[in-house]
Nanobody, 125 residues
Framework: QVQLVESGGGLVQAGGSLRLSCAASGRTFSTYAMGWFRQAPGKEREAVAAISWSGGRTYYLDSVKGRFVISRDNAKNTVYLQMNSLKPEDTAVYYC??????????????????WGQGTQVTVSS
């Protein structure tokens, strides 16, 4: 298991950008697929983006394609989510998660064994 700590959330106007970071502890970070999920009030959690252990494969929720980019730096034990052209509907708590399994679609939260505490992203109109 890895311990995950997210940072980078905040309040931004529509059209703005934020970069979320997720720092992982443990020497096995590079063996985990990583994902970003979000949950808005009254809505189910959804997978936003995911990346394979090598970074060679990525997955994106349709509504964020072309706006969000997931990346990872295994030397720094960190995964990032660059969010551009933010919209009010992107407002949610964003969670970082780690999966010991090979990345596969559809991305399911049940495949992820470690979760961060979440960081709030609020996009004002």
């Amino acid at each position: 298991q890895v311990q995950l700590v997210e940072s980078g959330g905040g309040l931004v106007q529509a059209g703005g950008s934020l970069r979320l970071s997720c720092a992982a502890s443990g020497r096995t970070f590079s063996t985990y697929a990583m994902g970003w999920f979000r949950q808005a009030p009254g809505k189910e959690r959804e997978a936003v983006a995911a990346i394979s252990w090598s970074g060679g494969r990525t997955y994106y929720l349709d509504s964020v394609k072309g706006r969000f980019v997931i990346s990872r730096d295994n030397a720094k034990n960190t995964v990032y989510l660059q969010m551009n052209s933010l919209k009010p509907e992107d407002t949610a708590v964003y969670y970082c998660a780690a999966s010991p399994f090979t990345l596969r679609a559809p991305i399911k939260g049940t495949d992820f064994s470690s979760w961060g505490q979440g960081t709030q992203v609020t996009v004002s109109s």
